[in-house]
Structure formats: C-alpha cells, structure tokens
C-alpha cells in the first residue's frame, strides 16, 4: 500500500502514518504493521 501525506516535519509525518495503521489499516490486537517515510520533491 502506498499513502502520499503532504507534510513537511518527518515527526508529524511519522505521527499521522502511525495513527492511520493503527486505526485504519490492521487491527492491533491481531496485527502488526511496519511503514517507511520516502521524502519526495515537488517540482
């Protein structure tokens, strides 16, 4: 699966991937998940 977010802090990022997996995308109790941040740039 792959998600673009539009921010610039890597920590905010971080927070809202985390908080859309865990809410979104698995079920904690059974699941567990791993995400990786790829900046990009924007021309």
């Not at 610039?8 to 059974?30: F, G, R, Y």
């Amino acid at each position: 699966m792959e998600i673009t977010i539009d921010e610039s802090s890597q920590p905010v990022a971080e927070a809202k991937v985390n908080d859309m997996a865990e809410k979104l995308l698995s079920n904690p109790v059974i699941e567990e998940f791993t995400y990786s941040l790829e900046e990009i740039a924007i021309d």
